[in-house]
């Protein structure tokens, strides 16, 4: 003879449905995470800070020993002497002239430079922009000032339109060459069947 027995719903603790044991985990995670990223942001912040303490103290606690980080008398001359005795505003400008520059061309002409390589079967010239990334910049310094000197581009905003030019050309043409061995190549053969020329499918496309 079977006998039947009910059994009830199985009795969950109440502690294993309190939130708290998870929330303090996250909070103790968040902790170590935000302990190491102060310890490795520290170096930096130090010298950020040490910087701007030189800017607003006086020339007597800036050559004072042992060093005073914190001003007793804070001021601003140090930005006075700067705004009043060069010319910054100038100096900004050439400084935008050339980032903004350099910037542009290099875009200008990296983008299908880099679009070229990634889409072409033959990758010699990826070989040719590594060599010039991996060139240090000092070693063209000689060069360029000799070629400058000749041309006529000595001490002027062009030369250094040019120096930039080849610097960060090789880079912009490594990223995008990256970019663009990331995109399908479905979408281009699509662009072909539609009738799109090849810079049509880099333009619309890509």
Known sequence: MDVMQAVGPSVVPLRS?????????QARRALILGVAVFVLVMPALFVFLWMLSLALKPDVENTAYPPIFIPRSPTLDSFRQILDGSPIGRYTMNSAVVAGGSTLIALVLGV???????KSQKRGMLGFVLIARMTPALSYLIPWFIMFRAIGLNNTLTALVITHLVI???VV???M???FDGLPRDL???AA???ASPWQAF????
Not at 112 to 118: S, V
Not at 203 to 206: C, D, L, S
């Open 203 to 206: 333009w619309h496309v890509a």
């Open 17 to 25: 449905l309190s939130p708290w044991p998870r929330i303090w985990a």
């Open 177 to 179: 060459v990256g970019f």
């Open 112 to 118: 299908p430079a880099g679009y070229g390589i990634a």
């Open 173 to 175: 043409i490594w990223v």
């Open 168 to 170: 960060g050309l090789p």
């Open 193 to 195: 069947v539609d009738g």
């Open 188 to 190: 281009e053969e699509a």
